[in-house]
């Protein structure tokens, strides 16, 4: 697929600092954290209010602990693909072990790779790596090798904007 010559086609793994899977951790009814899991993640937003919580070693803590312009990706069964983009920062929540956290180079890509996370050019690309039959799933290496068209950050933001301004058109309809 032919981009501007300004774009670059580069993979997740180039664009990423850390492509890290959460705990592998149950929710209870009362703890230290919050644990942010794939069943929390609704129509792209978060019941903060809801979500239960855990108990983890401080150090996992520093380890786990969300914060802004991460992306979240499922990885399992029927939500495999489902993105989730956190757009302000959030105190004393982790993430959860179904969930595949991004932290990119660049924070302020993190729009625009949201948008992309919600292409057919993603979902074409994460229905070729899914593996399994029952309960399709996908690893972290696979979603590292996800190609992508990425402009200049002018041109991010300015597509991030027309999209922004669509969206909020079909929102009013």
Not at 21 to 35: A, D, F, M, P
Not at 148 to 166: N, T
Request: glycine content about 8%.
């Amino acid at each position: 697929m032919p981009i501007p010559c300004s774009w670059k086609w580069v993979s997740a793994y180039q664009i990423t600092k850390k492509i890290q899977y959460g705990l592998s951790i149950s929710g209870q009814n009362n703890g230290k954290y919050r644990l942010l899991r794939i069943t929390d993640i609704q129509d792209g937003k978060v019941n903060w209010s809801t979500l239960p919580f855990c108990n983890v070693p401080k150090e996992k803590y520093e380890d786990y602990k969300i914060v802004e312009d991460d992306i979240f990706i499922a990885r399992t069964g029927g939500t495999i693909g489902k993105s989730f983009r956190l757009t302000t920062s959030k105190e004393s929540i982790v993430f959860a072990g179904y969930l595949i956290r991004f932290q990119l180079i660049i924070a302020n890509l993190s729009e625009y790779i949201y948008f992309f996370f919600n292409s057919p050019l993603y979902w074409k690309q994460v229905s070729n790596k899914s593996m399994g039959t029952g309960q399709p799933n996908i690893n972290g290496v696979s979603l590292g090798q996800l190609i992508l068209p990425l402009p200049p950050i002018g041109e991010q933001k300015r597509i991030c904007r027309k999209i922004e301004r669509l969206l909020a058109l079909i929102d009013l309809h």
